[in-house]
Structure formats: C-alpha cells, structure tokens
C-alpha cells in the first residue's frame, strides 16, 4: 500500500499558475501509475491526467491541454500537476492516486480556489 | 474520447435492497473498467477494478458485472454505510473518463 500525502490547499488568482505536489511512502513509486482527479464543488469527477514515471509516460485531458504539466521526482517519491492559465471553473478539490490492477491509494485531496 | 453514461443518476432504497447501477461506454473498453465509492468530503475509493474483480478488503455484497459497453456494479443487501455516491471509470484509452454518478440516497 502507498501513502499519498498531497500539498495544502491555495487561493490562486486567474490567470496565475499553481502547482499541487503528491509525495508517495510505503511503495514503489516509479513503476506505478499515478492519476490526476478533480471534482469541483458540487461536481463529479473528472480525470485530469496520469504519469508512469518510470516509463515516462504522460497523457492528460484534452481539455487541459497546453495548460497543465504532469511531471515526477523519482529522486523524492513525488508526483506533481501544474495547471496554469487559472480559471475561475478549475476552483475544485484535486486528488493524486497511485493506482494499478490491484491496488489504489489515494491523497487527501487540495482544494485549488480560483479567486479575485 | 469515449462517454461513460451512468444510470440512474440518482436512486432513494432502503436497507437491504438490492441495488443496480450501470454503465454505458460509447465505444469498447473491454474489461478495464473500475467501480468507485465516494462519501461526502472523501476521496473515492476503488470496489472493483478490472469490470468483476472485488478490491481487497471491500465487502462480498459488491459485485461487478459486464465488459465491452456494458457493464454493472450491485450491492447485494443495501447497508446504512453505503449511501454515497457511486462512478464508473475506464482506463483502456486515454484520457480515462468517469461516469457522471449515481446518489445512493437513504429512502
């Protein structure tokens, strides 16, 4: 099992970039996928993106495209996603997950406020 | 991308019913397709990775059925802890795609 512990919570303003960090103990980390999750408030969820680090794979939603970074630190077990270009509809809460066929762990989610 | 349509979005039943949610993919996803529970303020948490597979450590009374476009999770016998809200996800293409929910209310 992996423990995710994801970075505070932020008050951005649009525009502004943010970046949310995914620091994984207790597990491999380069070998397993980690996924992106946000759920606006009141929203479902929706899929951000993933990365496999040690494959150096990366695929994101489309509609974020050119706007987010999804990258990983081998050397310190964590995951990152950059968002830039903030709007006021990427306010939601933003989870990190390390999932493969079997397993699934996931963070405590960071709450992103998109605010003037 | 592929559509995940997920019916009902909403259901009120009492404790111990059966209950069946499906999903509906607009294209093939084969059998990687996953069930997730999310109560409020949580993160979700995986019941059935593969289409039919019960994740560890979560209760036999949920199942999962189906591969290709169609496919099902039921709960067995309602229990007070499992009103939340339910989404299905594939991840045989990407981007990987949630369906929109079902609420699991309290009848």
């Known amino acids: 099992q992996v423990q995710l512990v994801q970075s505070g919570a932020e008050v951005k303003k649009p525009g502004s970039s943010v970046k949310v960090s995914c620091k994984a103990s207790?597990?491999?980390?380069?070998?397993?996928?980690f996924i992106w999750v946000r759920q606006a408030p009141g929203q479902g969820l929706e899929w951000v993106g993933r990365?496999?680090?040690?494959?150096?794979?990366?695929n994101s939603a489309q509609t974020l495209q050119g706007r987010i970074t999804i990258t990983a630190d081998k050397s310190t077990n964590t995951a990152y996603m950059e968002l830039n270009s903030l709007r006021y509809e990427d306010t939601a809460v933003y989870y990190c997950?390390?999932?493969?066929?079997?397993?699934?762990?996931w963070g405590q989610g960071t709450l992103i406020t998109v605010s003037s | 991308d592929i559509q995940m349509t997920q019916s009902p979005s909403s259901l009120s039943a009492s404790v111990g019913d059966r209950v069946t949610i499906t999903c509906r993919a607009s294209q093939g996803v084969r059998k990687d397709l996953g069930w997730y529970q999310q109560k409020p303020g949580k993160a979700p948490k995986r019941l059935i990775y593969?289409?039919?597979s019960l994740q560890s450590g979560v209760p036999s009374r949920f199942s999962g059925s189906g591969s290709g476009t169609e496919f099902t999770l039921t709960i067995s016998s309602l229990q007070p802890e499992d009103f939340a809200t339910y989404y299905c996800?594939?991840?045989?293409?990407?981007?990987?795609?949630f369906g929109q929910g079902t609420r699991v209310e309290i009848k």
């Open positions: 990365i496999i680090p040690s494959l150096g794979i990366v």
């Open positions: 997950a390390s999932t493969t066929v079997t397993t699934d762990d």
């Open positions: 207790g597990g491999s980390f380069a070998g397993n996928p």
């Open positions: 996800l594939q991840h045989n293409v990407s981007p990987w795609t």
């Open positions: 593969a289409a039919s």
